[in-house]
T-cell receptor, first 117, second 114 residues
Framework: DAGVTQSPTHLIKTRGQQVTLRCSPK?????VSWYQQALGQGPQFIFQ???????QRGNFPDRFSGHQFPNYSSELNVNALLLGDSALYLC????????????????FGEGSRLTVL | AQSVTQLDSHVSVSEGTPVLLRCNYS??????LFWYVQHPNKGLQLLLK??????LVKGINGFEAEFKKSETSFHLTKPSAHMSDAAEYFC????????????FGRGTSLIVHP
């Protein structure tokens, strides 16, 4: 049973460019969340997708956008990259929207490490 | 509003000695609390969770945590550290039910000496 898979694992961009990160949830999961983890910090919640709609959003600007496909996979897009966007981007999946933090469990991928030069 | 504070950025123990990783939280509502572990170059893995059932929660790999409402704490313990426990540990707080955004602590790096 494949867990959460993310691609690419590493990438380097320059300021002003755009990036797309991809995530395939654990088999059977229908909810995908994205997190940004800066060096030495805990993950910060970006947003969550369920039924192809953004359901929850953290304190991130509109440059951060996402999408969920009918097969539950998801993309995170970041436009107009800044140096401060350099971080590990984590995708997490769960079953049944709304339950993952009231008794359910998040399953995390290993992340995509983005470096912005 | 909710927040979580991990009181130590680094904890260093010898193999075979007890582990204590401290976490304090604040939440306007009855919280759900979690501990996750992150090994180098790996994703986060759930260790244990508290969701208003028993206040003493047992997790994987011999870890436990006790929810103390009066102290707003959720400290993680293990009786005897193993070399494989060396990792980054995150305390997480979330509301129980309704709209929520999970809040992670900054993490505690556990170092285990032989």
């Amino acid at each position: 049973d494949a867990g959460v898979t993310q691609s690419p694992t590493h990438l380097i961009k320059t300021r002003g460019q755009q990036v797309t990160l991809r995530c395939s949830p654990k088999s059977g999961h229908d909810t995908v969340s994205w997190y940004q983890q800066a060096l030495g910090q805990g993950p910060q919640f970006i947003f969550q997708y369920y039924e192809e709609e953004e359901r929850q959003r953290g304190n991130f600007p509109d440059r951060f956008s996402g999408h969920q496909f009918p097969n539950y996979s998801s993309e995170l897009n970041v436009n107009a990259l800044l140096l401060g966007d350099s971080a590990l981007y984590l995708c997490a999946s769960s079953l049944f929207y709304g339950t993952e933090f009231i008794g359910g469990e998040l399953f995390f991928g290993e992340g995509s490490r983005l470096t912005v030069l | 509003a909710q927040s979580v504070t991990q009181l130590d950025s680094h904890v260093s123990v010898s193999e075979g000695t007890p582990v204590l990783l401290r976490c304090n939280y604040s939440s306007s509502y009855s919280p759900s609390l979690f501990w996750y572990v992150q090994h180098p170059n790996k994703g986060l893995q759930l260790l244990l969770k508290y969701t208003s059932a028993a206040t003493l929660v047992k997790g994987i790999n011999g870890f436990e945590a006790e929810f103390k409402k009066s102290e707003t704490s959720f400290h993680l313990t293990k009786p005897s550290a193993h070399m494989s426990d060396a990792a980054e540990y995150f305390c997480v707080v979330s509301l129980s039910g309704g709209s929520y955004i999970p809040t992670f602590g900054r993490g505690t790096s556990l170092i285990v000496h032989p």
